[in-house]
């Protein structure tokens, strides 16, 4: 399992990315796919999560200005992030899971793709 994601880069206040993860997996439409943040010092933190079935979840500080997408198709989970803010600023990671019905835990994460808001 692969999960390459990209997209990250250097944005003014304000403005936007699209940040993509494309896996190279079995089954991508089952797992539930999620985008996390870390920064020096913290703890990895929960961005936006969607569902095999394509329900949204979103940590508080992003709601309305993130948006998580997914494309079964292309195996590929998108992050549009509008109106950006210093804190924003992080190393954006896309994560893979899923429960089997047998109760086992299947977890994976990609490479992680910087995201650098400046003043």
């Known amino acids: 399992v692969q999960l390459q994601a990209f997209g990250g880069g250097l944005v003014q206040a304000g403005g936007s990315l699209r940040l993509s993860c494309a896996a190279s997996?079995?089954?991508?439409?089952?797992?539930?796919m999620g985008w996390y943040r870390q920064t020096p010092g913290k703890q990895r933190e929960s961005v936006a999560l969607?569902?095999?079935?394509?329900?949204?979840n979103y940590g508080d500080s992003v709601k309305g200005r993130f948006t998580i997408s997914r494309d079964n198709a292309k195996s590929t989970v998108y992050l549009q992030m509008n109106s950006l803010k210093l804190e924003d600023t992080a190393i954006y990671y896309c994560?893979?899971?899923?429960?089997?019905?047998?109760?086992?835990?299947?977890?994976?994460w990609g490479q992680g793709t910087l995201v650098t808001v400046s003043s």
């Open positions: 969607i569902s095999s079935g394509s329900i949204t």
């Open positions: 994560n893979a899971e899923r429960t089997s019905a047998r109760g086992t835990k299947f977890s994976y």
């Open positions: 997996m079995t089954m991508f439409s089952a797992y539930t």
